[in-house]
């Protein structure tokens, strides 16, 4: 028997990033049927990852595979979820417990952002577009990284005035200095790339300060339930369960 996949996000009290995580999972479903997948969260939203664990030991279950729904590795992914890992495994002795990687990097949560910001409207051989890619911002400088390198390879592969990264919080550049940095660089039109899961909180706040310094900018919506990220979730459980077997065993 299969070890259940245990997804965990991060949480919202916007009820349309819980509802996103679901149907994400639900195509999870719809391509591994005979996959037990369940749907935690980290906070804010319910069932919390905690509940889910001692569910599935109450259930049998001797082991699942968790899989962080977290598009880079950061505090979360380092401390928060091991630490919720390891005390389900001390109130459940029998359960045995793995980890797998991050979502991200990878090409997939590029091609899945991509394909967002063209089915907005942004068009990728427009040189006077300029485009923000927009993501949550950490206090971990490698996860803000990423998101500047995924900007650096759409412009590559465009021709628009320039691409740049900017983060809703902890990290710079915000969205209004992405802006005036593209409108430096010669773009008079605006699209809003999103390296978001999910709706909420922060999205929202990157939308409104983009709408409050550009007239009429592209928004490209969450990548959701994308295929990509569906595959990239099996990929993921089965890199940690191929692993070597061990206490919370980690995917590499």
């Keep these: 028997m299969n070890a259940p996949l245990v997804a965990v996000a991060h949480g919202s009290r916007d009820p349309r990033s819980a509802a996103t995580i679901r149907e994400l999972l639900d195509v999870v479903r719809s391509v591994r049927p005979e996959l037990d997948v369940r749907t935690a969260f980290l906070e804010l939203s319910a069932p919390g990852l905690g509940d889910v664990l001692d569910a599935l030991h109450a259930e049998g279950s001797g082991q699942a595979v968790i899989v962080p729904l977290l598009l880079g590795h950061a505090y979360h992914a380092s401390v928060d ?38 089915e907005g409207g942004a068009d990728p051989g427009d040189p006077e577009l300029g485009v923000v890619l927009a993501g949550a911002g950490s206090a971990h400088e490698s996860a803000n990284r990423l998101v500047s390198e995924v900007a650096e390879v759409w412009q590559r592969h465009s021709r628009w005035a320039g691409a740049v990264a900017a983060f809703a919080a902890a990290a710079e550049p915000d969205v209004p200095a992405a802006l005036e940095r593209l409108r430096a660089w010669g773009a008079r039109r605006f699209a809003v790339g999103s390296w978001f899961l999910a709706p909420g909180r922060l999205p929202d706040r990157v939308l409104e300060r983009a709408a409050e310094h550009v007239e009429r900018p592209v928004l490209a919506d969450t990548m959701g339930a994308a295929p990509e990220l569906a595959e990239l979730v099996i990929e993921r459980y089965e890199a940690a369960l191929a692993a070597r077997p061990g206490l919370l065993a980690h995917a590499t």
């Design 81 to 118: 979820i091991p630490n919720a890992a390891r005390e389900a495994e001390r109130r459940n002795p029998l359960l045995r417990l793995r980890i797998a990687e991050v979502l991200g990097p990878d090409r997939r949560l590029r091609q899945a952002a991509w394909r967002r910001l063209l």
